[in-house]
Nanobody, 113 residues
Framework: QPRLVESGGGLVQPGGSLSLSCKAP????????IGWFRQAPGKEREGVSC????????FYEDSVKGRFTISRDDAKNTMYLQMNNLKVDDTAVYLC??????WGQGTQVTVSS
């Protein structure tokens, strides 16, 4: 049973934007390094972006640098991924993660004209 709940995926044209959210009922996100992963059909799951738990340093996979922004709202126990200038290659199921065992069910992002 997924412990995190993503939302915000959808269909967008190349160059468009989407904002993903990940709520964590019962999981204190502040205690974990948190991040977003994605998995495209026929490909392995890859890390997209993460925030460290101690100093909130952010990290981005090279192909999304300058286009995606990860953030967290501790008061709402929610993490976000703002995705701008989306490309066809960004099409995938996006999953949020907190620590080793806390995953969401995934939300589909499709970039197509």
């Amino acid at each position: 049973q997924p412990r995190l709940v993503e939302s915000g995926g959808g269909l967008v044209q190349p160059g468009g934007s989407l904002s993903l959210s990940c709520k964590a009922p019962g999981v204190g996100l502040r205690s974990y390094a948190i991040g977003w992963f994605r998995q495209a059909p026929g490909k392995e799951r890859e890390g997209v972006s993460c925030i460290s738990s101690d100093d909130d340093a952010t990290f981005y996979e090279d192909s999304v640098k300058g286009r995606f922004t990860i953030s967290r709202d501790d008061a709402k126990n929610t993490m976000y991924l703002q995705m701008n200038n989306l490309k066809v290659d960004d099409t995938a199921v996006y999953l949020c993660n907190a620590g080793a065992d806390n995953w969401g069910q995934g939300t589909q992002v499709t970039v197509s004209s």
